[in-house]
């Protein structure tokens, strides 16, 4: 079980919009730490597309965004694209128990 | 190019001894606290360790601590991890990451290697 929580899954057409969550605790999100994203595309290392609040690698288009709020955070695709069809997990610093450093469990995104 | 090239890694029975190794290219290595994180068959991400810049913090996920040793060679620009007393479920593919600060985000990701423990 991870320490935080994404939905197994989400889906979406070519050109909708998608968001994805992240639910935690006080010991991390909740305690102020910043909420980084990765994307996944199976057989490959994941590849960072979010970090520190909402802030994007060069490379990665600006149909990606981040948000928190409390003890969530969420990742949103806009035109949604097949490319953008793979893994996606949430990752923060945790300062209880669990470990320094705390993933979600991940989301397989499907463009239909 | 920011680069982590991993090596080491197999197939070995429980309670067996493996050694990850990590080469750094592209930056500067002794500014960057270094972590090994682990994805298990069809699992999602799990943290395994990290070592601060001067290897004076370490720390271990519980599941490992004392049978795994993380290290560093500032001069060779390299990461290790060695593992000993493996088990079944240590099996997964590992991977050597840089974490962008203490707290921060892990970037760039090694390649990954595959630990494959059964008897």
């Known amino acids: 079980q991870s320490v935080l929580t994404q939905p197994p899954s989400v889906s979406g057409a070519p050109g909708q919009r998608v968001t994805i969550s992240c639910t935690g605790s006080?010991?991390?999100?909740?305690?102020?730490?910043?909420v980084h994203w990765y994307q996944q595309v199976p057989g490959t290392p994941p590849k960072l597309v979010i970090y520190a609040k909402n802030n994007r690698p060069s490379g990665v288009p600006d149909r990606f965004s981040g948000s928190k709020s409390g003890t969530s955070a969420s990742l949103a695709i806009t035109g949604l694209q097949a490319e953008d069809e793979a893994d996606y997990y949430c990752?923060?610093?945790?300062?209880?128990?669990?470990?320094?450093?705390?993933f979600g469990g991940g989301t397989k995104l499907t463009v239909l | 190019e920011v680069q982590l090239v991993q090596s080491g890694g197999g197939l070995v029975k429980p309670g067996e001894s493996l050694r990850l190794s990590c080469a750094a290219s592209?930056?500067?290595?002794?500014?960057?606290?270094m972590n090994w994180v682990r994805q298990a068959p069809g699992k999602g991400l799990q943290w395994v360790s990290s070592i601060s810049i001067n290897s004076v913090y370490i720390d271990y996920t519980a599941s490992v601590k004392g049978r795994f040793t993380i290290s560093r060679d500032n001069a060779k620009n390299s990461l290790y991890l060695q593992m000993n007393s493996l088990r079944v479920d240590d099996t997964a593919v590992y991977y050597c990451?840089?974490?962008?600060?203490?707290?921060?985000?892990?970037?760039?990701w090694g390649q990954g290697t595959r630990v494959t423990v059964s008897s």
């Open positions: 006080s010991s991390n999100i909740g305690a102020g730490y910043d």
């Open positions: 990752q923060s610093y945790d300062s209880g128990l669990s470990g320094l450093w705390v």
């Open positions: 990451v840089r974490a962008s600060s203490e707290r921060g985000w892990f970037d760039p």
């Open positions: 592209g930056f500067t290595f002794t500014s960057y606290t």
